[in-house]
Protein backbone atom coordinates (compact mmCIF):
# COMPACT_ATOMS: atom_id res chain seq x y z
CA UNK A 1 0.00 0.00 0.00
CA UNK A 2 2.88 2.14 -0.20
CA UNK A 3 1.87 5.38 -1.46
CA UNK A 4 -1.81 5.02 -1.16
CA UNK A 5 -4.04 7.89 0.27
CA UNK A 6 -5.23 7.01 3.93
CA UNK A 7 -8.74 7.59 2.61
CA UNK A 8 -8.71 5.07 -0.73
CA UNK A 9 -7.14 2.35 1.68
CA UNK A 10 -9.83 -0.26 2.18
CA UNK A 11 -10.42 -1.87 5.22
CA UNK A 12 -11.28 -4.88 4.13
CA UNK A 13 -7.98 -5.45 2.45
CA UNK A 14 -5.64 -4.87 5.76
CA UNK A 15 -7.34 -7.31 8.55
CA UNK A 16 -6.45 -10.96 7.02
CA UNK A 17 -9.03 -13.44 8.31
CA UNK A 18 -7.80 -16.95 8.51
CA UNK A 19 -10.47 -19.92 10.11
CA UNK A 20 -11.85 -22.07 7.38
CA UNK A 21 -10.53 -19.28 4.48
CA UNK A 22 -10.61 -21.53 0.98
CA UNK A 23 -7.63 -22.32 -0.50
CA UNK A 24 -6.27 -19.43 -2.84
CA UNK A 25 -8.76 -16.86 -2.06
CA UNK A 26 -8.40 -14.40 0.61
CA UNK A 27 -10.88 -13.41 3.92
CA UNK A 28 -11.07 -10.58 5.14
CA UNK A 29 -12.96 -9.21 8.29
CA UNK A 30 -15.88 -6.84 8.32
CA UNK A 31 -16.15 -4.38 10.68
CA UNK A 32 -19.52 -6.16 11.82
CA UNK A 33 -17.39 -8.99 12.15
CA UNK A 34 -18.85 -10.51 8.92
CA UNK A 35 -16.66 -12.26 6.29
CA UNK A 36 -15.16 -10.95 2.80
CA UNK A 37 -14.47 -14.13 0.89
CA UNK A 38 -12.16 -13.00 -2.77
CA UNK A 39 -11.10 -15.85 -4.64
CA UNK A 40 -10.62 -13.37 -7.54
CA UNK A 41 -8.68 -15.03 -10.45
CA UNK A 42 -8.11 -18.44 -8.34
CA UNK A 43 -8.74 -20.25 -11.40
CA UNK A 44 -11.40 -22.14 -10.08
CA UNK A 45 -13.99 -24.02 -11.94
CA UNK A 46 -16.38 -24.85 -9.03
CA UNK A 47 -17.50 -23.36 -5.93
CA UNK A 48 -15.71 -23.77 -2.82
CA UNK A 49 -17.41 -25.80 -0.19
CA UNK A 50 -15.89 -24.07 3.06
CA UNK A 51 -16.64 -20.82 3.82
CA UNK A 52 -15.46 -18.95 6.80
CA UNK A 53 -18.21 -19.04 9.43
CA UNK A 54 -20.55 -15.49 9.11
CA UNK A 55 -19.72 -15.03 5.36
CA UNK A 56 -21.11 -12.08 3.94
CA UNK A 57 -19.78 -11.00 0.60
CA UNK A 58 -17.90 -13.75 -1.92
CA UNK A 59 -15.97 -12.23 -4.96
CA UNK A 60 -15.60 -15.00 -7.64
CA UNK A 61 -14.22 -12.73 -10.56
CA UNK A 62 -12.15 -14.30 -13.52
CA UNK A 63 -12.49 -17.78 -13.04
CA UNK A 64 -14.31 -20.83 -14.66
CA UNK A 65 -17.26 -21.53 -13.06
CA UNK A 66 -19.99 -22.79 -15.60
CA UNK A 67 -22.12 -24.70 -13.77
CA UNK A 68 -24.23 -22.27 -10.67
CA UNK A 69 -24.37 -25.26 -8.06
CA UNK A 70 -24.07 -23.37 -4.61
CA UNK A 71 -23.04 -25.89 -1.84
CA UNK A 72 -26.10 -26.47 0.23
CA UNK A 73 -24.09 -25.19 3.64
CA UNK A 74 -25.52 -23.01 6.17
CA UNK A 75 -22.58 -20.59 5.13
CA UNK A 76 -23.44 -20.43 1.40
CA UNK A 77 -27.39 -19.58 2.53
CA UNK A 78 -26.38 -16.75 4.13
CA UNK A 79 -24.09 -15.05 2.06
CA UNK A 80 -25.67 -11.48 1.01
CA UNK A 81 -23.72 -10.61 -2.16
CA UNK A 82 -22.19 -12.85 -4.87
CA UNK A 83 -19.73 -11.55 -7.85
CA UNK A 84 -19.33 -13.86 -10.52
CA UNK A 85 -18.11 -11.57 -13.01
CA UNK A 86 -16.17 -12.82 -15.54
CA UNK A 87 -16.70 -16.58 -16.10
CA UNK A 88 -18.77 -19.25 -17.92
CA UNK A 89 -22.08 -19.34 -16.40
CA UNK A 90 -24.22 -22.06 -18.31
CA UNK A 91 -27.51 -20.93 -18.50
CA UNK A 92 -29.32 -24.11 -19.10
CA UNK A 93 -28.36 -25.83 -16.02
CA UNK A 94 -30.21 -25.58 -12.81
CA UNK A 95 -29.40 -22.60 -10.52
CA UNK A 96 -29.47 -23.27 -6.96
CA UNK A 97 -29.84 -19.70 -5.44
CA UNK A 98 -28.65 -19.18 -2.02
CA UNK A 99 -31.35 -18.13 0.41
CA UNK A 100 -30.25 -15.06 1.92
CA UNK A 101 -28.70 -13.20 -1.29
CA UNK A 102 -29.69 -9.91 -1.58
CA UNK A 103 -26.72 -8.85 -4.69
CA UNK A 104 -25.89 -10.69 -7.62
CA UNK A 105 -23.19 -9.56 -10.68
CA UNK A 106 -22.90 -11.27 -13.75
CA UNK A 107 -21.35 -9.71 -16.03
CA UNK A 108 -18.93 -11.00 -19.10
CA UNK A 109 -20.54 -14.04 -18.77
CA UNK A 110 -21.56 -14.29 -22.76
CA UNK A 111 -25.06 -15.26 -20.83
CA UNK A 112 -27.94 -15.15 -24.10
CA UNK A 113 -30.45 -15.54 -21.28
CA UNK A 114 -30.98 -15.04 -17.48
CA UNK A 115 -32.43 -18.69 -16.16
CA UNK A 116 -36.04 -19.10 -14.95
CA UNK A 117 -34.72 -20.00 -11.19
CA UNK A 118 -33.04 -16.87 -10.78
CA UNK A 119 -36.28 -14.95 -12.44
CA UNK A 120 -38.14 -16.45 -9.72
CA UNK A 121 -35.81 -15.74 -7.22
CA UNK A 122 -35.60 -11.78 -7.86
CA UNK A 123 -39.47 -11.52 -8.53
CA UNK A 124 -40.21 -12.66 -5.37
CA UNK A 125 -37.29 -11.02 -3.16
CA UNK A 126 -38.42 -7.57 -1.43
CA UNK A 127 -34.64 -6.34 -1.75
CA UNK A 128 -32.84 -7.29 -4.29
CA UNK A 129 -30.07 -6.24 -7.11
CA UNK A 130 -28.92 -7.84 -10.21
CA UNK A 131 -26.20 -6.71 -12.80
CA UNK A 132 -26.48 -8.27 -15.91
CA UNK A 133 -24.96 -6.13 -17.97
CA UNK A 134 -21.78 -6.69 -20.67
CA UNK A 135 -23.47 -10.29 -21.80
CA UNK A 136 -24.81 -11.65 -25.42
CA UNK A 137 -28.42 -10.62 -25.11
CA UNK A 138 -29.97 -10.71 -28.58
CA UNK A 139 -33.52 -9.28 -28.72
CA UNK A 140 -35.56 -11.78 -30.70
CA UNK A 141 -38.84 -13.48 -30.34
CA UNK A 142 -37.50 -16.34 -27.91
CA UNK A 143 -35.73 -13.15 -25.66
CA UNK A 144 -39.26 -10.96 -25.74
CA UNK A 145 -40.93 -12.50 -22.01
CA UNK A 146 -37.36 -11.81 -20.62
CA UNK A 147 -38.36 -7.91 -22.07
CA UNK A 148 -41.97 -8.43 -19.69
CA UNK A 149 -39.98 -9.25 -16.92
CA UNK A 150 -37.30 -6.83 -17.02
CA UNK A 151 -40.13 -3.87 -17.50
CA UNK A 152 -41.60 -5.27 -14.03
CA UNK A 153 -39.08 -5.55 -12.14
CA UNK A 154 -36.47 -2.64 -13.42
CA UNK A 155 -35.72 -0.89 -9.99
CA UNK A 156 -34.41 -4.48 -9.39
CA UNK A 157 -31.71 -4.55 -12.13
CA UNK A 158 -28.59 -2.44 -11.93
CA UNK A 159 -27.80 0.03 -13.93
CA UNK A 160 -30.77 -0.75 -15.99
CA UNK A 161 -29.78 1.90 -18.90
CA UNK A 162 -26.08 -0.13 -19.84
CA UNK A 163 -28.12 -3.21 -20.47
CA UNK A 164 -27.56 -3.79 -24.03
CA UNK A 165 -28.96 -6.49 -26.71
CA UNK A 166 -28.43 -7.14 -30.19
CA UNK A 167 -31.06 -7.05 -32.90
CA UNK A 168 -31.63 -6.52 -36.52
CA UNK A 169 -33.02 -3.26 -38.32
CA UNK A 170 -33.87 -3.80 -41.43
CA UNK A 171 -34.03 -6.62 -44.05
CA UNK A 172 -29.96 -6.82 -44.56
CA UNK A 173 -29.78 -8.26 -41.40
CA UNK A 174 -28.06 -5.25 -40.25
CA UNK A 175 -27.18 -5.93 -35.96
CA UNK A 176 -26.75 -2.85 -34.22
CA UNK A 177 -26.45 -3.13 -30.06
CA UNK A 178 -29.55 -1.65 -28.22
CA UNK A 179 -30.55 -0.36 -24.77
CA UNK A 180 -32.84 -3.41 -23.85
CA UNK A 181 -35.21 -0.70 -21.79
CA UNK A 182 -35.40 1.58 -24.80
CA UNK A 183 -36.18 -1.70 -27.26
CA UNK A 184 -39.89 -1.63 -27.65
CA UNK A 185 -41.94 -4.88 -27.40
CA UNK A 186 -43.04 -4.81 -30.94
CA UNK A 187 -39.66 -4.89 -32.02
CA UNK A 188 -38.54 -8.22 -30.78
CA UNK A 189 -39.89 -9.95 -33.46
CA UNK A 190 -41.74 -7.93 -36.39
CA UNK A 191 -42.28 -10.84 -38.87
CA UNK A 192 -43.63 -12.99 -36.24
CA UNK A 193 -46.00 -10.23 -34.81
CA UNK A 194 -47.05 -9.70 -38.87
CA UNK A 195 -47.34 -13.65 -39.18
CA UNK A 196 -49.51 -13.30 -36.30
CA UNK A 197 -51.49 -10.47 -37.25
CA UNK A 198 -52.09 -12.10 -40.73
CA UNK A 199 -53.69 -15.59 -38.57
CA UNK A 200 -55.36 -13.18 -36.90
CA UNK A 201 -57.49 -11.31 -39.32
CA UNK A 202 -57.63 -14.95 -41.45
CA UNK A 203 -59.33 -16.54 -38.21
CA UNK A 204 -61.29 -13.80 -37.55
CA UNK A 205 -62.56 -13.50 -40.84
CA UNK A 206 -63.42 -17.03 -40.92
CA UNK A 207 -64.71 -16.90 -37.55
CA UNK A 208 -67.60 -13.87 -39.07
CA UNK A 209 -67.84 -16.12 -41.93
CA UNK A 210 -68.83 -19.24 -39.59
CA UNK A 211 -71.06 -16.66 -37.37
CA UNK A 212 -72.46 -15.86 -40.61
CA UNK A 213 -73.27 -19.49 -41.98
CA UNK A 214 -74.83 -20.56 -38.09
CA UNK A 215 -76.56 -17.45 -38.08
CA UNK A 216 -78.30 -17.95 -41.22
CA UNK A 217 -79.04 -21.74 -40.70
CA UNK A 218 -80.66 -20.39 -37.70
CA UNK A 219 -82.71 -18.18 -39.13
CA UNK A 220 -83.35 -20.65 -42.02
CA UNK A 221 -84.63 -23.24 -40.24
CA UNK A 222 -86.88 -20.57 -38.29
CA UNK A 223 -88.23 -18.76 -41.00
CA UNK A 224 -87.95 -21.47 -43.58
CA UNK A 225 -91.45 -21.34 -45.67
CA UNK A 226 -91.06 -17.88 -45.40
CA UNK A 227 -88.02 -17.28 -47.09
CA UNK A 228 -88.90 -20.06 -49.78
CA UNK A 229 -92.37 -18.44 -50.22
CA UNK A 230 -90.34 -15.07 -50.75
CA UNK A 231 -87.96 -16.66 -53.29
CA UNK A 232 -90.67 -18.52 -54.72
CA UNK A 233 -92.78 -15.07 -55.19
CA UNK A 234 -89.66 -13.83 -56.35
CA UNK A 235 -88.26 -16.30 -58.82
CA UNK A 236 -90.55 -18.67 -59.91
CA UNK A 237 -88.45 -20.77 -62.18
CA UNK A 238 -86.49 -22.38 -59.67
CA UNK A 239 -89.09 -24.31 -58.19
CA UNK A 240 -90.15 -25.87 -61.33
CA UNK A 241 -90.94 -29.20 -60.34
CA UNK A 242 -93.02 -32.37 -62.73
CA UNK A 243 -96.24 -33.08 -61.32
CA UNK A 244 -96.51 -36.73 -60.01
CA UNK A 245 -98.34 -39.46 -61.29
CA UNK A 246 -101.03 -39.50 -58.14
CA UNK A 247 -101.53 -35.52 -59.44
CA UNK A 248 -101.08 -35.57 -63.16
CA UNK A 249 -104.99 -36.39 -63.65
CA UNK A 250 -106.38 -33.51 -61.06
CA UNK A 251 -108.32 -30.97 -62.97
CA UNK A 252 -107.92 -28.45 -59.67
CA UNK A 253 -105.14 -26.86 -58.12
CA UNK A 254 -106.91 -26.67 -54.94
CA UNK A 255 -110.24 -27.22 -53.28
CA UNK A 256 -111.72 -24.29 -51.17
CA UNK A 257 -113.80 -25.69 -48.08
CA UNK A 258 -115.45 -22.41 -46.47
CA UNK A 259 -118.31 -21.07 -45.15
CA UNK A 260 -120.77 -18.95 -46.63
CA UNK A 261 -120.04 -16.17 -44.43
CA UNK A 262 -116.72 -15.80 -45.43
CA UNK A 263 -117.79 -15.49 -49.34
CA UNK A 264 -115.55 -12.30 -49.50
CA UNK A 265 -112.23 -14.33 -48.41
CA UNK A 266 -113.39 -16.79 -51.28
CA UNK A 267 -113.66 -13.91 -53.50
CA UNK A 268 -110.51 -12.53 -53.04
CA UNK A 269 -108.28 -15.63 -53.58
CA UNK A 270 -109.91 -16.30 -56.67
CA UNK A 271 -109.18 -12.81 -57.56
CA UNK A 272 -105.52 -12.86 -56.69
CA UNK A 273 -104.68 -16.73 -57.96
CA UNK A 274 -106.98 -17.00 -60.80
CA UNK A 275 -106.45 -14.07 -61.97
CA UNK A 276 -102.63 -13.70 -61.75
CA UNK A 277 -99.32 -15.49 -62.75
CA UNK A 278 -99.31 -18.49 -62.30
CA UNK A 279 -102.88 -18.45 -62.78
CA UNK A 280 -104.32 -21.60 -60.17
CA UNK A 281 -107.24 -23.22 -61.18
CA UNK A 282 -109.82 -23.44 -58.22
CA UNK A 283 -112.64 -25.18 -56.94
CA UNK A 284 -115.84 -24.00 -55.08
CA UNK A 285 -118.97 -25.40 -54.78
CA UNK A 286 -121.16 -22.34 -55.73
CA UNK A 287 -119.65 -22.32 -59.10
CA UNK A 288 -118.22 -25.61 -59.77
CA UNK A 289 -120.32 -27.85 -58.33
CA UNK A 290 -123.11 -29.44 -60.61
CA UNK A 291 -126.75 -29.41 -59.50
CA UNK A 292 -128.59 -32.21 -58.86
CA UNK A 293 -125.97 -33.96 -57.42
CA UNK A 294 -125.60 -35.55 -53.72
CA UNK A 295 -123.78 -33.23 -51.69
CA UNK A 296 -121.50 -36.10 -50.21
CA UNK A 297 -120.65 -37.02 -53.66
CA UNK A 298 -119.82 -33.36 -54.55
CA UNK A 299 -116.92 -33.18 -51.55
CA UNK A 300 -115.35 -36.66 -51.92
CA UNK A 301 -115.21 -35.43 -55.61
CA UNK A 302 -114.06 -31.80 -54.87
CA UNK A 303 -110.75 -33.63 -52.84
CA UNK A 304 -109.85 -36.31 -54.89
CA UNK A 305 -110.11 -33.93 -57.96
CA UNK A 306 -107.78 -31.38 -56.35
CA UNK A 307 -104.41 -31.84 -55.64
CA UNK A 308 -104.86 -29.26 -52.52
CA UNK A 309 -107.50 -28.23 -49.87
CA UNK A 310 -107.89 -24.88 -48.81
CA UNK A 311 -109.78 -24.87 -45.12
CA UNK A 312 -110.61 -21.40 -44.40
CA UNK A 313 -111.59 -21.60 -40.76
CA UNK A 314 -113.80 -19.34 -38.87
CA UNK A 315 -115.96 -19.58 -35.84
CA UNK A 316 -119.20 -19.72 -38.84
CA UNK A 317 -117.37 -22.34 -40.81
CA UNK A 318 -116.40 -24.61 -37.38
CA UNK A 319 -120.33 -24.35 -36.85
CA UNK A 320 -121.37 -25.00 -40.65
CA UNK A 321 -123.17 -28.57 -41.03
CA UNK A 322 -120.42 -29.82 -44.00
CA UNK A 323 -116.89 -29.02 -42.17
CA UNK A 324 -116.46 -31.72 -40.27
CA UNK A 325 -117.22 -33.90 -43.53
CA UNK A 326 -114.72 -31.91 -45.66
CA UNK A 327 -112.22 -31.55 -43.07
CA UNK A 328 -112.48 -35.54 -43.23
CA UNK A 329 -111.97 -36.01 -46.10
CA UNK A 330 -109.00 -34.05 -47.08
CA UNK A 331 -107.41 -35.55 -43.88
CA UNK A 332 -108.02 -39.00 -45.38
CA UNK A 333 -106.95 -38.06 -48.94
CA UNK A 334 -103.36 -36.84 -47.60
CA UNK A 335 -103.08 -39.91 -45.52
CA UNK A 336 -103.80 -42.21 -48.68
CA UNK A 337 -101.94 -40.00 -50.86
CA UNK A 338 -99.14 -39.60 -47.97
CA UNK A 339 -98.64 -36.01 -49.67
CA UNK A 340 -99.36 -33.13 -47.85
CA UNK A 341 -102.69 -31.77 -49.16
CA UNK A 342 -104.69 -29.57 -46.36
CA UNK A 343 -103.81 -25.66 -46.16
CA UNK A 344 -105.50 -24.21 -43.38
CA UNK A 345 -106.12 -20.23 -43.58
CA UNK A 346 -107.24 -19.25 -39.99
CA UNK A 347 -109.85 -15.92 -40.46
CA UNK A 348 -111.10 -13.64 -37.44
CA UNK A 349 -111.09 -15.02 -33.64
CA UNK A 350 -111.60 -19.26 -33.20
CA UNK A 351 -112.83 -20.21 -29.77
CA UNK A 352 -110.22 -21.62 -26.90
CA UNK A 353 -108.47 -24.31 -29.00
CA UNK A 354 -109.49 -27.06 -25.97
CA UNK A 355 -113.00 -26.48 -26.93
CA UNK A 356 -112.45 -27.19 -30.27
CA UNK A 357 -113.57 -30.93 -31.43
CA UNK A 358 -110.19 -32.97 -30.99
CA UNK A 359 -109.47 -33.59 -34.57
CA UNK A 360 -109.20 -29.66 -34.66
CA UNK A 361 -107.37 -29.68 -32.12
CA UNK A 362 -104.80 -32.34 -33.91
CA UNK A 363 -105.01 -30.47 -36.75
CA UNK A 364 -104.01 -27.01 -35.17
CA UNK A 365 -101.28 -28.16 -33.14
CA UNK A 366 -99.52 -30.49 -35.55
CA UNK A 367 -99.82 -28.24 -39.23
CA UNK A 368 -98.70 -24.52 -39.81
CA UNK A 369 -101.21 -22.47 -40.84
CA UNK A 370 -101.99 -19.13 -42.18
CA UNK A 371 -103.39 -16.42 -40.87
CA UNK A 372 -105.95 -14.18 -43.08
CA UNK A 373 -104.02 -10.79 -43.87
CA UNK A 374 -100.56 -11.37 -42.29
CA UNK A 375 -97.55 -10.62 -43.73
CA UNK A 376 -96.49 -12.25 -46.78
CA UNK A 377 -99.60 -13.95 -46.35
CA UNK A 378 -100.04 -14.34 -50.78
CA UNK A 379 -96.27 -15.22 -50.88
CA UNK A 380 -96.98 -17.84 -48.23
CA UNK A 381 -100.05 -19.37 -50.18
CA UNK A 382 -98.75 -19.50 -52.95
CA UNK A 383 -95.69 -21.44 -52.46
CA UNK A 384 -97.92 -23.61 -50.20
CA UNK A 385 -100.08 -24.59 -53.47
CA UNK A 386 -98.81 -26.48 -56.43
CA UNK A 387 -95.84 -24.56 -58.19
CA UNK A 388 -94.46 -26.46 -60.31
CA UNK A 389 -94.75 -24.84 -64.20
CA UNK A 390 -95.36 -26.71 -67.36
CA UNK A 391 -92.18 -25.70 -69.86
CA UNK A 392 -94.20 -25.93 -72.93
CA UNK A 393 -96.95 -23.32 -72.16
CA UNK A 394 -96.00 -19.55 -72.07
CA UNK A 395 -97.77 -17.87 -69.59
CA UNK A 396 -100.30 -16.11 -72.57
CA UNK A 397 -101.29 -19.46 -73.82
CA UNK A 398 -102.06 -21.31 -70.25
CA UNK A 399 -104.18 -17.78 -69.60
CA UNK A 400 -105.72 -18.55 -72.69
CA UNK A 401 -106.61 -22.31 -71.76
CA UNK A 402 -108.08 -20.65 -68.50
CA UNK A 403 -110.25 -18.35 -70.01
CA UNK A 404 -111.54 -21.28 -72.72
CA UNK A 405 -112.06 -23.78 -69.57
CA UNK A 406 -114.21 -21.12 -67.97
CA UNK A 407 -116.23 -20.47 -70.28
CA UNK A 408 -116.75 -24.07 -71.31
CA UNK A 409 -117.72 -24.51 -67.98
CA UNK A 410 -120.07 -22.04 -67.80
CA UNK A 411 -121.45 -23.44 -70.95
CA UNK A 412 -122.25 -26.92 -68.97
CA UNK A 413 -123.45 -25.34 -66.32
CA UNK A 414 -126.05 -23.10 -68.40
CA UNK A 415 -126.97 -26.89 -70.47
CA UNK A 416 -127.21 -28.90 -67.01
CA UNK A 417 -129.95 -25.81 -65.73
CA UNK A 418 -131.79 -26.00 -68.92
Known amino acids: MKDRKLVNINLL ?31 LRTFPVILPPKTSVVHMTNNSISDFQIPQTAEWQNI ?12 WTNWII ?22 RHVTAATIFKLDIRNNSFTCNCSFRSFKYWFTDNIKKIAKSKDVLCSRIINNNNTKVLSVLQDVPVDA ?16 TTLSFICLVIISSTVLYYRHKKLILAFLYSRYPSIFRFTVSSIDEDKEYDAF ?69 TELQMAYLQSLEDRIERIIIIIKGNLPPIDTLPLDIQTLLKTKTYLIWGERWFWEKLRYAL ?14 MVKSVDGMINTFVLSKTEQ
Open 386 to 399: PHYLPTNMSDSSRK
Open 80 to 91: TYLNLDNNNLNP
Open 98 to 119: PFGLEKLSLRYNKLEFIPESLL
Open 13 to 43: HICPYYERCPQSCFCYLHEDNTVLVNCTSAN
Open 256 to 324: ISYSNHDRDCVFSLISELEDKYPFFKLCIHERDWLPGYPILCQIENSVKNSKKTILIMSEEFLKSFWFE
Open 188 to 203: FCPQEDESKMKVAIIA
